[in-house]
């Protein structure tokens, strides 16, 4: 069990769950675990909660149920310029922001809205696949707002991975081990061997990383075993893993990253 979870959903993703912050909180705080972070989706997700949602997360307490909660955003990137579906004057108010690619919302030259459900998300043209996806994310990174990425091992959106490393340290950006991704017969298909290779070139830069939950409700939240599995099998050094550093580590690191 991940001992810090920052990657999780409420009700107000608009799927998956109907529990709410607080039930997370609670679930958290069963677990003994020590630190919770509440990212729902943003606006361009269907049926996720709309701008003024993270724009009150501001005034929300940042202790619940005894445990400490951080309050961020998953923000959709949206095309290959980076752009995200919320302003720049709420992600500042965050306590954070994952950054991410979905199906649902993201439109380039290559892919389109309805692509996922067509399963045509991979062109026959990986040359301008992975160039296109690898800039969305490239740009999406050069936003002080963004943390984090998320999952940037969708086999949909294929991408050049020592180019995404590269810019996560330039721009000093964690990127995700998501569970999801890892699941086996997952939507975003055999995600393994792209995440070894972010893995190992994240090592040799000595780049923070992130284990994920990416629960859609309470049950779920600081359960990731594929993905301690794999940073396990990897020998990934333990204090470069966000989710074992102390909580004011955590905080200070995604501060210092603002």
């Given at each position: 069990m991940l001992p810090?979870?920052?990657h999780t959903h409420t009700v107000a993703s608009g799927h998956g769950t109907t529990d709410t912050i607080a039930d997370l909180a609670k679930s958290a705080y069963k677990k003994g675990m020590t630190l919770l972070g509440v990212s729902d989706h943003g606006p361009a997700t269907p049926g996720a909660c709309r701008?003024?949602?993270?724009?009150?997360?501001?005034?929300?307490?940042?202790?619940?149920?005894?445990i400490s909660v951080l309050y961020g955003a998953e923000a959709n990137i949206l095309n290959?310029?980076?752009?995200?579906?919320?302003?720049?004057?709420?992600?500042?108010?965050?306590?954070?922001?994952?950054?991410?690619?979905?199906?649902?919302?993201?439109?380039?030259?290559?892919?389109?809205?309805?692509?996922?459900?067509?399963?045509?998300?991979?062109?026959?043209?990986?040359?301008?696949?992975?160039?296109?996806?690898?800039?969305?994310?490239?740009?999406?990174?050069?936003?002080?707002?963004?943390?984090?990425?998320?999952?940037?091992?969708?086999?949909?959106?294929?991408?050049?991975?020592?180019?995404?490393?590269d810019a996560a340290a330039k721009n000093?950006?964690?990127?995700?081990?998501?569970?999801?991704?890892?699941?086996?017969?997952?939507?975003?298909?055999?995600?393994?061997?792209?995440?070894?290779?972010?893995?190992?070139?994240?090592?040799?830069?000595?780049?923070?990383?992130?284990?994920?939950s990416d629960s859609h409700g309470a049950a779920g939240v600081g359960e990731a075993p594929l993905a301690e599995a794999l940073v396990s099998e990897l020998g990934y050094p333990r204090d470069l893993i966000v989710n074992y550093m102390p909580v004011e580590k955590v905080c200070n690191l995604l501060l210092d990253f603002l």
């Open positions: 810090i979870d920052i701008e003024s949602y993270f724009r009150s997360l501001k005034s929300a307490p940042h202790s619940r149920a005894g290959e310029d980076g752009a995200l579906d919320l302003p720049d004057s709420i992600l500042e108010n965050l306590d954070f922001c994952i950054a991410s690619i979905h199906p649902q919302s993201f439109r380039s030259p290559v892919y389109h809205r309805c692509s996922f459900w067509d399963r045509k998300q991979v062109t026959e043209d990986l040359d301008a696949a992975r160039f296109y996806n690898t800039q969305a994310y490239v740009r999406a990174m050069e936003n002080p707002y963004v943390n984090i990425i998320g999952h940037p091992d969708d086999q949909h959106y294929p991408l050049d991975c020592r180019q995404l490393v000093h950006i964690i990127l995700e081990v998501n569970e999801v991704s890892l699941s086996p017969n997952g939507y975003r298909g055999d995600t393994l061997d792209t995440m070894r290779t972010i893995l190992k070139l994240c090592a040799a830069q000595n780049l923070p990383i992130l284990l994920s």
